[in-house]
């Protein structure tokens, strides 16, 4: 069973209205109580009014019963009846010195008090959260009678001390309404006041509470806890009327008046220094008789501002994907996320244009990100103010400078497009171009999208002149075409499309087969284009143009298909498209050598035509290229010494692996090669020409090894 005296207050609001003390022993009932609506049933135990720390309750119909520690279930010390048909709380005043409602040790609030179902007992305990209802303590109702068991027990103490009533006008007003207003002077507090002195008793003061009210962050310090307030707020109770003295330390740092409601607050003169302190009261009364010290409030003032935060990138997020945009840069983006590092735990102010416009918080890393209200068009310079956990701040980042910019820029429209010739090829008209040039004016930077029949074909940027020009790197198809171009601004916004401009380009027909076949494009293709070959050379030895770049102007292309039927080849550069045709062999394999090409990129497609006249689909485009411009002859050396006598710059190893080549040209510059003598062994060009890709040597040597002298890269042989 419990030991110490245990007392109950009935509490109505703020009034309390009636008290009873619990029992000590197994002897004796439980005292009861009757439950008023939303009452509060404050449970107090010795002197200081610190409530028991355990309690065990059971509902039994509309009654709660109240047992402590190491009573019986069937027993209570306390019965508060109809508690379930009014409604309330069990609370109680904790060692911080702050009143908490019981609640079930399970964590589980259908466990709570108010919560049981009949017959149904649980644990309970003070909670964490302070239970703000009972915040700023409390009066007597008129006319309040306390039980005699109170001071006999101590409960009167307990109570006064728990609700923050002056213990003295409490005991008096029991003598008051016990002994006709005989209060008297004499008597001690069972140890805690001054008694015999003719003056008013004295306790420990109970401090609520340190409060942080100047700067940016405000609000309680905890014990332990951190500030940036050189003079915080001390606030408690006491004995009214009499005086609390506050100490830092070992040093009296001021004094204040218990005020009639048992209540009193502290604000140092003088500024606290940055560092720890520590916090003690004691109360006087007017015979200059003191109490012991409060327990120390422990606190740290803390005036080190921390490192100054950055502005590290700005996110225009309405594009898609997000794009960043670079300090003093522009974007449309009239709300653009901004982001930065900062000292963990801390808060960043962020400032535009010298106003606060709103914080963020850094998570662990120190990341923080904020999302910029509404902007308007302009210029807006950013700063971040980095503020601790209890207040200071940092100096501002250096600026981040953005601007907004929403209005869509001047189409002015394509001003001209000419021919490769230089002339002009005006709306409406034709043209044997496939990639005319397209230009006209803008804004510098912003960047022109060419619009082909509703399609883009690439794009260009206006220069610091204020032109663009743009020619299509793929060929046009022949027919007509609707060209537009967009306009887009350095901020991302886009113009309407430009006025269209027409244009009919047509390709001069085939000098071979005048009347072209139409492939059809649902007929699955039949056969296909290989290679291609050159045999330009003295020995007319075919070649594979490996890499399609060829000095041959009459080149051979080979292709596989269907024996007998007709393949028909469409090649197209510059200055339009030629056609031909030719018949595949018995063994599945065509070959067609052109006729003179002129120096130009070249595409070319074929189809293939069967026994019924059945047309198939094109290949996909074989491009390649004729180059029969020589590039500058250097002078290849190997170790010092000089080859140009030799009239070759490329050289097979003797293992044939490697050759030597030109290292100041692109292109690997080869040479025709009659004979050599290397090593005192000569070689000389093999007649028989047995070889697929090469020119075969024959040495003098007892060693009758063949060397192939390959030619790579573009494969291209000058003189």
Known sequence: MNVSPVSVAVIDKKTITKAEVLRTGKDGKAAKVQAITNGKYLLTQNNDGVAPENITVKRVGKNLLVMLEGSDANDPDLIIEDFFAKSGALVGKAEDGEMHEYVATDGDSDHDAAALADGETSSLALGEGAYVDTAGGFDLAS???????????????????????????????????????????????????????????????????????????????????RTDDVTPTLNGTGSKGNVIEIWDGEKKIGETTVGADGTWSFTPGTAL??????????????????????????????????????????????????????NGGVTNDKTPVLSGKAEKGSTVEIWKDGKLVGTAKTDSEGNWKFISPELSEGKHDFSAVVVDEVGNKGRPS???????????????????????????????????????????????GEIITIIDNGKPIGSTIVGDDGSWTFTPEKPIDNGEHEFQIIVKDPAGNESELSDKVIIDIKDPEGPVNPGEVIPDPNVPVTGSIEALFKDNNPGGTKFLVGNHISNDTTPIIEGKGVAGDTVYLWVTGSKGHTYYSTTIGADGKWSFTFPELAEDKYKLEAAFKDADGVVTAKTPVFDFEIDITPPPRPIPKIDGVDFDELGLSDLLSDQGHSLFSDQQEESVLLHDLKAMLLNDISFSADASGNSDSGVLAANSSANNSAHQMNELLDQISHD
């Open 143 to 225: 006319g309040f009678e306390w039980s005699p068991a109170l001071i006999a027990l101590g409960g009167l103490a307990a109570i006064a001390a728990a609700a923050g009533l002056g213990y003295v006008a409490a005991k008096e007003q029991y003598q008051d309404s016990n002994n006709g207003g005989n209060s008297g002077n004499g008597g001690g507090d069972n140890g805690q006041g001054g008694g015999g002195s003719g003056g008013r008793d004295v306790h420990v003061p109970v401090v609520k509470g340190l409060f942080d009210d100047v700067g940016s962050i405000t609000g309680p310090i905890a014990k332990g806890g």
């Open 273 to 326: 220094g940055a560092g720890e302190h520590s916090i003690t009261t004691r109360e006087r009364n007017e015979k200059g008789v003191v109490s012991e010290k409060s327990e120390a409030w422990k606190f740290i003032v803390d005036l080190t501002a921390p490192n100054h935060g950055t502005i590290d990138k700005m996110l225009d997020d309405s594009a898609n994907p997000a794009k960043e945009i670079s």
């Open 398 to 444: 250096d600026p981040y400078i953005v601007e907004i910019d929403t209005t869509a820029p001047e189409n002015k429209g394509i001003g001209k497009i000419s021919d490769d010739d230089g002339k002009p090829i005006e709306n409406g008209n034709e043209t044997e171009d496939r990639t005319p040039t397209f230009g006209g004016e803008g804004e510098k």
